[in-house]
């Protein structure tokens, strides 16, 4: 799971990089991220075949057993205790939580 979490959002390399090659950088930097989304794609169809599937429960009521608070943040127009953002995925196999998402929830407005 930490692979696919680090993979979701590549970084650029350091500029101070001295390249070999006579590409511009763009280049790099898309094959990089085309790379790093293939490497994303097959690591997903391999944790699919095994019944692990990652869910984003924003819009969800909090769970204390399907979610990890991070954070509270009053926001007018939300039902106090509704996931409000998805910081990480969570994980099932078959039933079962593999890892709990780590969330935001909406808290009562004064």
């Not at 869910?55 to 926001?75: K, S, V």
């Not at 039933?95 to 935001?104: N, T």
Request: some cysteine; charged content about 20%; aromatic content about 6%.
């Amino acid at each position: 799971m930490p692979v696919s979490d680090d993979s979701s959002s590549p970084s650029p390399p350091p500029s101070h990089e001295a390249s070999a090659s006579t590409k511009p950088p763009e280049a790099h930097l898309r094959e990089l991220y085309t790379g790093v989304e293939l490497t994303q794609r097959q690591l997903l169809q391999t944790l699919f075949k095994y019944h692990v599937k990652p869910f984003d429960p924003t819009g969800d009521p909090f769970d204390p057993n399907r979610h990890e608070a991070l954070y509270q943040a009053p926001i007018p127009g939300k039902v106090a205790g509704t996931v409000i953002d998805c910081q990480k995925n969570g994980y099932t196999i078959k039933d079962r939580i593999l890892r709990a998402a780590q969330v935001g929830v909406a808290q009562e407005t004064s």
